[in-house]
């Protein structure tokens, strides 16, 4: 596939861990993901992982509402990791063969939206060379200080910090005491992405606006750097490599090359029931 990032970008990935694509994706594209949002609302897809601070007793009065994962659920959102433009930038970003392995949505209410702590994802897989794993992170709608974006500290990559359980969250683990004066808020229209190496510490706020807001995050790797770690996961898909199907292993059926008919699909059928 042609290059989708430019020089520069893929060099600050490659020194700060991270890099931003501001018009990643169009506003028809963003459109279809936030009706595929929507229906999962209605559907009681989403659930609350926000605790009242046991880890355990969720939280009534502050609400991190995910949905993981999403290819289980969707075929727009199965699609999406064969969209040209996503693969392309990944294979930029850490090389081939490209390897998938898990998509998710967090969305943070209006006025109660509460953050996810630092951390960093490769605290959960313990992968060798962080920096062969990417996270793509996209707004699904704008994302500001304000409503609680995504915030990084450079080259925090260079080593595995040591995490503990987060009481915050029914699941989580994080790092406790970040140089937070060292971080960067990742501020992004709808349809921006955020690429990092599993490496980076990353964190998301509050959102205390009066809009809901929602980031769409999808994990790659490098299937030549990955130890047996990696496997025994039903979410992992061989995008490119040798073992490639083009999603007939993995679904039964070829996805790769859907990803406009189901957005096409998508806004016509959410639009007939008045989306």
């Given at each position: 596939m042609p290059?989708?990032?430019?020089?520069?970008?893929?060099?600050?990935?490659?020194?700060?861990?991270?890099?931003?694509?501001?018009?990643?994706?169009?506003?028809?594209?963003?459109?279809?993901?936030?009706?595929?949002l929507e229906r999962f609302q209605s559907e009681g897809l989403v659930r609350?992982?926000?605790?009242?601070?046991?880890?355990?007793t969720h939280a009534v009065d502050t609400f991190n509402l995910q949905i993981c994962p999403l290819s289980n659920c969707s075929t727009l959102f199965r699609s999406l990791k064969w969209h040209d433009k996503v693969l392309a930038s990944v294979q930029q970003l850490v090389g081939?063969?490209?390897?998938f392995r898990l998509d998710q949505i967090f969305l943070k209410p209006a006025f109660h939206g509460a953050?996810?702590?630092?951390?960093?994802?490769?605290?959960?897989?313990?992968?060798?060379?962080?920096?062969?794993?990417?996270?793509?992170?996209?707004?699904?709608?704008?994302?500001?200080?304000?409503?609680?974006t995504m915030h990084v500290i450079p080259r925090s990559h260079v080593r595995l910090e040591a995490h503990v359980r987060d009481l915050a969250s029914d699941h989580h683990i994080h790092v406790p005491n970040v140089p937070e004066e060292q971080a960067v808020p990742i501020e992004l229209p709808a349809g921006g992405v955020l690429f990092f190496n599993w490496g980076i510490l990353h964190s998301t706020?509050?959102?205390?606006?009066?809009?809901?807001?929602?980031?769409l995050a999808l994990h790659f790797r490098n299937g030549?750097?990955?130890?047996?770690?990696?496997?025994?996961?039903?979410?992992?898909?061989?995008?490119?490599?040798?073992t490639?199907?083009?999603?007939?292993?993995?679904?039964?059926?070829?996805?790769a090359g859907t990803w406009p008919?189901?957005?096409e699909r998508m806004l016509a059928e959410r639009s007939s029931v008045g989306v």
């Open positions: 290059p989708s990032l430019d020089p520069a970008t893929v060099a600050h990935f490659a020194e700060q861990g991270y890099c931003t694509v501001p018009d990643f994706f169009s506003e028809r594209e963003i459109t279809g993901m936030r009706r595929e609350n992982v926000a605790t009242s601070g046991d880890g355990a081939d063969p490209v390897i953050g996810t702590n630092w951390h960093q994802d490769n605290a959960y897989w313990r992968q060798p060379n962080p920096e062969r794993g990417v996270g793509m992170w996209v707004a699904l709608h704008d994302a500001s200080r304000a409503n609680g706020k509050a959102n205390r606006t009066a809009q809901a807001r929602a980031g030549d750097y990955i130890n047996e770690d990696f496997y025994g996961d039903s979410t992992i898909v061989a995008l490119t490599g040798p490639a199907s083009g999603g007939v292993a993995e679904y039964g059926s070829q996805v008919s189901e957005l």
